[in-house]
């Protein structure tokens, strides 16, 4: 029901992995029902289905390729729309029963691309070691913590949902990547502008060429709007049909916005919007006071026009 | 006044050249006083103080060179719009005082440019006559009817003033030629739209640079406004500026002109417009039915972002 | 060694997964040895360091998420070139020991992604049975074979692999969906031109503006190149630097590809070619005729050009 | 013939005017013949048929309206190309048959533009004169030396040609405003690039919409090539042949404005090129050191381009 906050949560599952992590940031989550879900798509059935009220997914990032089903999701089926976004550091620790030294660990249990992310840290701290894959991080810190393996490969809350030790944190080959979740709800008014704000979109064009793309762009360029995020899907249509996922600055509030968003109406075969939210700032760095420009541009222009419109001329 | 039809009309003189036969096209001129004025300036700022309510400029041709006099007065001084366009054929006739045989033209008096634009003519058919060249068409009919030249080269209501006999119509190299004039008063609620429309603007952008005037064009191109002309003019301010006189198609009462407006005025460095008014449609053929299917477009993409802004998804 | 034909191929592993059955279809790996990776990276330092000749890695699709690994490997670390695309379908099937009935099927061992993909069809067919996660598409058939899991969802190659026998063949619930893999190599003269090329690149721009991306499309876009993909990433550098992986239509051998190629490296920050190779003509159809043509434009376009610099105009 | 310098120049008449003036700051003009058209497509049609070697014809200037002429002449009849630019100041004296007092000065003879440029000077200085219309600067100058007038709007060089004393010069209200001329010949081997040059073209396009022109413009904007002027003309055919005169910086030899012609040439109907000539400084300011970045960065783009063909990735 729209303005009743979200009390029920469902997040991409197991219990003890990123998702997780990234939910209790938000403190109507911490406070909340908070299910995990087997797969993305389970996830966003349940908003679908109203059993629950909004779900965290990742919606950028390698770690454990959900992307692509996450935005498949979202640009198909009955419409949802993103109300939130949650970016965090992309954090793995080396975890044990108790406080060992590296040279004593012989076997390492982690997820194939928690291991993929963390090889040269592997490499150089505990060159002996076997990794032993496993299916989650969570399944890892638990793997260890049932003595299966001396260490794990995990997140800080998986280590810390089992009693695992931590021996090393900040393992990640890259230590500035992030993974972005978005909160996932059924429809309704967009949370209000903050003067920081992000629109996602998926726009369906009838042909692969540049020239429709480059027609798409335009929208965006003359009003100002900049794109952080451009990705194209083949649609599994056989014969050229292209879904772009877009992220834009600003909101659907904004007449820039709107603006931009009605003219991708008009050119495009199809346009779903998927929801306008706060930018996670810590992440990407202090709001720009160019949207506040911007706001008193269209004001500008919009009297401007009234007054011509009405033989008004200065 | 806004609202008064206007009854003093000033033209670009003499009496007897195109400016006043496209006058006499407009009813309400054909009744009310018509002055002529020495040139286009002097027409203008007969309109600027009020002494007239209306002048007839050409604004775009050949003949007699005023194209580039015209817009630099509307780009420039106060404010002044165009109400309606009048497009006429540039025709010339051979005429004399009598129905004499071509043979017997020993001298034709011409304006310079008319004689240019019949030169092929004249070489066909009165090969042996000297051109003799006078200040304006009518001047040319006036000294024939005087009996100082044998013929003249003049535009039929010229002709006919002096009472002189047509010996060959249709005498111009160009038969498809035409001579744009424009109406002009001092500003006012536009005239309403009619679906088949021309807006005027002379925009002003900071550089010379290819990227601006691009810029520009994407305002009209991202909105499917047609250009149907465009012209540059260097300022006169040694560094840069860059004046563009644009016509575009449609009036400025409609969403896509409005927004394209708007547009340009937060990317320009100046922008004045010039007018939104009926197309002459002799010239340049039937309304095309884009307009309408423009302005459902625009109907149906606002109310779409309505229902985003409001959160009613379908 | 440039023109030697790869004999030792590398491929994401484990056996008996899409990797492997794509790997089959190129004559050369057929006969050439086949060795397995745990991740793409593996596979492609393999490479890297000439352990192997080329190694087949997917570029897109959901399936597994490697998509993303792949693109930031290819972008980063020492330079490669995709020499050759295979497409094949995402076709799952439902295997056992032997010929069971479905009614009889207790629990699915499955990996998760592929489960998700086939979500639909579970709960239609073997509604009653539990799905159980496994590490890959070869895992779950391994285990089936082993006994601890009654029936596997698994590739083809993987249920023949280990005698398992198929109950219900092409159980994905998007019937039409392929995974895309790429065959890389160390550096060296591309592959000639068929006429249906492929050209891939990482393209960086300084800065997250739209207009910069709006120049990117026009280098394409002028050149009469078309994009088939596009995706923006985050560099991981913080501070706005992008990548964007882009596809494009035709072999940098061409003119326009050539000439569009030279356009980017002029005006990004950076860009990386990472190779132009034959088409998959079997999922995206028959090769158009524009190939040829837009040779021809250019060709005409150069010898008119000469023409123009030798001062001899027509 | 080309390589050989001309020596036969004409130019738009009659003696004593702009073109006169503009045709002497050119030394081979200086030392060759000079002979005076009665009209532009006189003067060029003279280089046509090789009764000249080279016409200086106006351009660019509201003075005398034969802009509009000199386009069309270029654009249409077998080609021809312009192999120089001057541009001269618009300068204006008030000269007599000796020095007189303005206050004695009773009538002023003037060609009509040239009193219309004047008039502000005009009214405050002589505003109990008459002025009386004459065919051209020259004729003004000739006709006070007749004894006819008092004085005379007319043009240094007009001034001195006849013996008259200047009474005021500068007296045109724009002070800046200039003419541009051209020097035009048969087609030969353009003059060799300086650094700062102009290239001139026709291009024809076969729709008025604007997208069609937005083409065109990217195909400038892509190289970083600039327009310094545009002007669109219908071309007299009725339905929407459009005709765009071009001035862009640069030299046909560079390799931006060749990629750039090339372009044209592939996506318009038609382009005639007018030439690439040294820009006329004294009005543009001092040239830019662009020109020099630009061709190493096309040759910086060149070498790469030539490497990733030959396999050659550093």
């Known amino acids: 029901m729209p303005g009743v906050p979200p009390t029920r949560f469902i997040y ?19 406070k909340g029902t908070r299910t995990p879900a087997r797969s993305v798509p389970e996830a966003l059935e349940a908003v679908r289905s109203a059993d629950a009220d909004a779900a965290l997914v990742p919606v950028e990032n390698s770690i454990g390729g959900q992307v692509g089903v996450t935005l498949d999701e979202l640009a198909n089926g009955s419409p949802l729309v993103i109300t939130r976004e949650v970016v965090i550091p992309v954090e793995f620790v080396l975890a044990a029963r108790g406080p060992v030294g590296l040279d004593s660990i012989r076997s390492v249990a982690a997820h194939p691309q928690a291991a993929a992310q963390c090889r040269h840290w592997l490499r150089g701290h505990v060159p002996d070691a076997t990794v032993v894959e496993v299916l989650s991080n969570a399944a890892a810190a638990i793997s260890v913590s049932a003595g299966e ?57 009838s042909h692969d060429r540049v020239g429709a793309l480059l027609a798409v762009l335009m929208e965006f360029a003359v009003r100002g709007v900049n794109l952080t995020r451009i990705e194209s899907y083949p649609t599994g249509e056989r014969l050229g049909r292209y879904v772009f996922f877009l992220d834009c600055s600003g909101h659907v509030a904004e007449a820039r916005v709107g603006e931009a968003l009605q003219g991708l109406r008009r050119i495009c075969a199809d346009v779903r919007f998927i929801g306008s939210y706060p930018r996670a700032q810590a992440h990407y760095g202090p709001a720009s ?9 269209y004001a500008d222009s919009a009297a401007w026009l009234a007054r011509i419109r009405a033989g008004e001329l200065a």
């Open 12 to 30: 991409l599952g197991p219990e003890g992995t990123f998702s997780e992590q990234a939910l209790l940031t938000i403190p109507a989550a911490a």
């Open 149 to 205: 393996h001396d260490a794990a490969i995990c997140v800080p809350v998986g280590a810390g949902r089992v009693g695992l030790t931590v021996l090393a944190d900040k393992i990640a080959d890259h230590p500035d990547a992030v993974t972005r979740f978005a909160l996932v709800a059924r429809p309704g008014p967009p949370p209000p502008p903050t003067g920081d704000d992000v629109t996602s979109l998926a726009v369906y064009i």
């Open 289 to 297: 006071s160019a949207v506040a420009a911007a706001d008193a541009d």
